[in-house]
């Protein structure tokens, strides 16, 4: 007789988990993209510990609206921008895909430039770095299985841990970060709104929330995975904000200490150096190009996926180019364009990446109240739609949201 094995109830769990693990931790994570980590770097060279209140305030946000995103991919079997045309009419999700393609181009090309700035870091032209990043990305989804892409997703996350160590080697102020972290102060300027405000655009990112409810429902979750979705959920976002966190307190211990200013992550991977030694200028621009590949990866999938949704036509990493001719297209298009934008000699990436901000801000309040409305729909999630306290939280951050891009908007007009 052939001997059993028989799992323990524990490893069995562990099995379960491991098996739905991915939509959360892959989109937490990839918000963290030079984007975010260069808003990050500016929040804590600019106003030290003072605002890191902003960034546990967004990780918490996150932590509700992924969840959100990720249960309506499981129940509807639906993305962001089909259930959109569905819900609210063709013209919505038209505009919502066209929005959600311009913003995702221009953050895509600060994706690229994060890899062209830490190249330059180890001495490698752009000209070289971001051909070899596009075309590494493009290969890795487009000529992989699903469970291939995602095991490669995990590994290149595992490039953010240099952030945590660059932290602990530059002596933070302890008592300092967790004043800031817990005690809301803001200074009523246009620089203190504008960096808060991107912080919660780039925590809260659109294209984020789009990808996902897609991975969801291209990972064939259940009904019944929705209980270890949410741990996965919530372990990306609180892995979004340590990793936000530690970038955060490495800048305000060392550049903010030293009225060092700086423009984006390279700058701060550089002033660095001669403050905190070689090792973690090295370790800040190995963060930033695991976090650069992740988002590069990720951006024009979610892109994809949208598209292929607004169109009627859903498609999956599993499916071949000839099932899926648009979503392959779209993809390659949205790496393509980015890649050659920033190769341009003297591209205005500055005017782009404000453009893009200012898009993704503009774009991210009519998201929230598209997916609000949605959670609300008994039709469409049946026994999982939001519970009275559920719809005074969601109502809570479309408020604040709302409030933040609006003090923006008024001083960038003013």
Known sequence: M??????????????????????????????????????????????????????????LALIVLHDLAARIGVVTRQGMIGLIRQKYGARAGTLSAGALILANVGTMTAEFAGIAAAGQLFGFSKYVTVPVAAIAVSFLVLRNSFATVEKVFFIISAGFIAYIIAGFMSGPDWGAAARGALVPTIPFTEEAIFIATATIGT????????????????KRLTKDDLKLLRVDVWTGSLLTGVIGFFVVVTCAATLHKQGIQINDAADAAIAL???????????????????????????????????????????????????????????GLITGVSAFLIL???????????????????????????MFGISKDKQLMGEFVATRTMKTIYSIIITVVGFAIGCMLWFMIN
């Open 203 to 218: 925590t809260l990112a659109p294209w984020g929330l789009a990808f996902i409810q897609s991975y969801a429902v291209d």
């Open 2 to 59: 052939a001997n059993r094995t028989t799992l323990s109830p524990k490893k069995i769990r562990i099995a379960a988990f491991v098996a739905v693990m991915g939509p959360g931790l892959i989109a937490g994570l990839a918000d963290n993209d030079p984007a975010g980590i260069t808003t990050y770097s500016v929040l804590g060279a600019d106003y030290g510990y003072q605002l890191l209140w902003v960034l546990v305030a967004s990780m």
């Open 273 to 331: 150096e001669p403050l905190a030694g070689a090792l973690a200028k090295e370790l800040f621009a190995i963060g930033l190009i695991g976090a650069a590949l992740l988002a590069a990866s990720i951006l024009p999938l979610s892109t994809a996926y949208s598209i292929s949704d607004l169109t009627g036509r859903p498609a999956a990493l599993d499916d071949s180019p000839r099932e899926a001719p648009l979503f392959y297209l779209t993809f």
């Open 344 to 370: 341009i000699p003297g591209a205005p990436l500055i005017k782009i990446l404000i453009i893009t901000q200012v898009i993704n801000a503009v774009l991210l309040l009519p998201l929230l109240i598209y």
